[in-house]
DNA sequence: CCTCTCACG
DNA sequence: ACGTACGTGAGAGGT
């Protein structure tokens, strides 16, 4: 047996790496007496983090109280891996993680523990610390990592060992990424430190227990986002077709356009197109005015400005009010294959599994909203297909997109009871419509009702004329009248906003959402709790949706939620049915307000909801 | 590591 | 007293 000694808030704590069956026996002692005592914490080491990755290997398992750590060397096998695997399956036994749906998917992808089996006897500590506190570090929060955490609620001095082993890794010639691949399995640092993890995560959950209590949040939201989380992991493990042929395609063509438009930026002295310096200063010369400043006051060279020089409109739509500047035109369509090439088509390729399938990470508490978030895929181009053809139903399927009526402006209609906006949805009205003829008339075209869309949105959540302006193109004019109406028409809203930021100012400045969620406001931009609220709550909205989904049996088609949105993969033969389905389980009252959704059917590839033709 | 830019709801 | 859009993930440049 290998033993380290630490110690923790004053206490020596004890990290022991079995070596042989002996020691694994005295493990498998202390892990029966420990489970009677309470959960036992557990963690994982692997070689990254991108579980699904061809080579990903698992390579210890961590299981402590708040004194002692097991460090299990998992990779070496033979008894090392069946002691793990049974203790994991023991009935009753009761697991904390921090982070517990990278763990879930490690255990469940590398070690044959199903994440089915293993999430109903965990308590995820991430989860319980986010229901305490939702922001994150940079905005004022303790933040949701366990360093962080522990330094606040076990020891200050906790997260140092972490900076420890970077510089191991650094002197063994390895960096932050090849260091967990690289590293000796038994380099004292690195058993130490997958030791110390568990036994910080042990002792911060009687801390973040007594501090939910403390604060009054129920244990029945608690239970809830655990679901979530579980929910959201299952669709992370099935992840979704990557149409690989066509990605590599993709790759070379926005390749070549990067380069044949780089190559015409360069002819006008501009090297590299990401410099908004070395373009400012070419367009200054050939005798552009550059008028704008960025906050930190350089000369702002971003999309607008550059559209305006091209004379196109952010959709890239001809303005013909001026000559386009050529220079202008090269670094917008240079800027935009590159960054679509490294960002979407080489991203995918670097991310695809063995059977030819992309997993996107789903993080169900991202924002302070509570709002999740997905990595790869949240933020892929709408306006052309070309980006999300390359991802797939399955083999015989096709996708099936449901998607909130509203899902904001009905929230906030039951939340600030407004009335007129109550009658409207009640009536059947579509909320844009009603707004985009407030502002233009019964003789609205689709473009007003766009517009519309973006100011009724911006309006409730404080925007002024300015930005409402000039975030959706509207005319100032009429989104000035746009605000007047607005006020007239929903009084409510103005009221609610200093109802809530009054019971916040009452309670450190935190809104309790209608779940019971912790929303913490920031002093100097109190009027965010509209925007908080209705977020916060449509967030919810879509989550009690997403549990009524695996009650409907619908879980093993789910592939995404996109904040308003689940995208599923159904049979081609049966989605209409299915479309129906989905619509029943995003379909309720909040507050006697009717929640509505409308699935659309598309085929086997995602940009065929985006306009493409596969 | 911070700032800027750009993609989404 | 008045007015303020909100929330993310990701890449590249520059200090």
Not at 255 to 267: I, Q, S
Not at 385 to 399: C, D, N, S
Not at 423 to 438: F, P, V, W
Not at 503 to 530: C, K, N, Q, T
Request: aromatic share 8%; proline share 4%.
């Amino acid at each position: 047996m290998q033993t380290y000694r630490h110690t923790i808030a004053g206490d020596v704590i004890t990290v022991n790496v079995p070596e042989d069956l002996d020691d694994l026996m005295q493990f498998e002692d202390w892990a029966a007496e420990a489970s009677r005592r309470g959960p036992i914490a557990l963690d994982t080491e692997t070689t990254g983090l991108s579980i699904f990755s061809p080579g990903y290997r698992l390579r210890t398992v961590q299981f402590g109280d708040a004194h002692t750590a097991w460090v299990i060397h998992y990779e070496r096998g033979g008894y090392f891996r069946t002691l793990v695997q049974n203790l994991l399956s023991v009935p009753g036994t009761r697991f904390v993680i921090h982070n517990a749906a990278f763990d879930w998917l490690v255990l469940d992808k590398h070690a044959g523990i199903t994440l089915e089996s293993l999430a109903p006897k965990t308590t995820d500590t991430k989860i319980l610390a986010a229901l305490c506190d939702p922001r994150q570090a940079k905005e004022g929060g303790t933040g949701t990592g366990l360093k962080p955490l522990s330094a606040r609620f076990v020891d200050p001095s906790a997260p140092d060992t972490q900076g420890d082993l970077t510089s191991v890794f650094n002197s063994l010639g390895l960096t932050k990424e090849t260091g967990w691949a690289g590293i000796r399995l038994d380099h004292p640092t690195y058993n130490l430190y997958a030791g110390l993890d568990v036994i910080l995560t042990a002792r911060l959950l009687p801390c973040l227990i007594a501090e939910l209590e403390s604060l009054g949040v129920r244990n029945v939201l608690s239970q809830y986002e655990h679901e979530i989380a579980r929910i959201c992991a299952v669709m992370q493990r099935r992840g979704m077709v990557l149409d690989e042929e066509y990605t590599r395609e993709l790759d070379a063509t926005l390749a070549a356009e990067a380069y044949e438009y780089t190559e015409k930026a360069a002819r006008y002295g501009v090297e590299n197109v990401n410099s908004t310096a070395q373009i400012a200063e070419a367009l200054e010369g050939m005798g552009e005015v550059l008028r704008e400043r960025t906050a930190s006051g350089a000369v702002k060279v971003d999309k607008a400005v550059l559209c305006a020089l091209a004379d196109v409109d952010l959709q890239w739509n001809r303005l013909d009010v001026r000559k386009p500047n050529p220079l202008a035109v090269a670094v917008l369509r240079s800027k935009r294959a590159g960054k679509w090439r490294t960002t979407y088509a080489q991203r995918f390729l670097s991310m695809m599994d063995a059977g030819g399938r992309i997993h996107p990470g789903i993080n169900t508490l991202a924002a302070r909203t509570g709002r999740m978030s997905a990595d790869l895929v949240q933020t892929l181009p709408s306006g052309d297909a070309m980006i999300r053809r390359a991802i797939l139903a399955e083999e015989g399927e096709v996708f099936v997109s449901t998607d909130f009526k509203a899902v904001e402006l009905r929230v906030l209609a039951a939340l600030a009871d407004v009335k007129r906006m109550k009658e409207a949805i009640t009536a059947g009205e579509d909320l844009h419509d009603y707004t985009a003829s407030l502002i233009y008339g019964p003789q609205f075209t689709p473009k007003h009702r766009k517009l519309s869309k973006g100011v009724g949105l911006g309006k409730v959540y404080g925007g002024g004329p300015d930005t409402l302006s000039r975030q959706t193109g509207a005319p100032i004019e009429d989104v000035r009248r746009a605000i007047a109406a607005y006020d007239r028409v929903y009084p409510e809203v103005k009221r609610a906003s200093g109802r809530w930021q009054r019971e916040a100012r009452g309670s450190g400045m935190v809104y309790i959402s209608a779940i019971g969620r912790r929303l913490p406001l920031d002093r100097d931009r109190a009027y965010a709790v509209v925007n908080y609220a209705c977020q916060s709550t449509a967030r919810d909205v879509l989550g009690q949706s997403m549990l009524n989904m695996e009650e409907a049996g619908l879980l093993d088609n789910c592939r995404l939620p996109i904040h308003d949105e689940m995208l599923a993969s159904v049979p081609v033969g049966e989605a209409k049915e299915y479309a129906r389905e989905f619509e029943k389980c995003m379909t309720f009252a909040l507050r006697g307000v009717p929640i509505e959704a409308e699935a659309e059917i598309g085929g086997r590839s995602w940009g065929s909801l985006y306009g493409a033709d596969f």
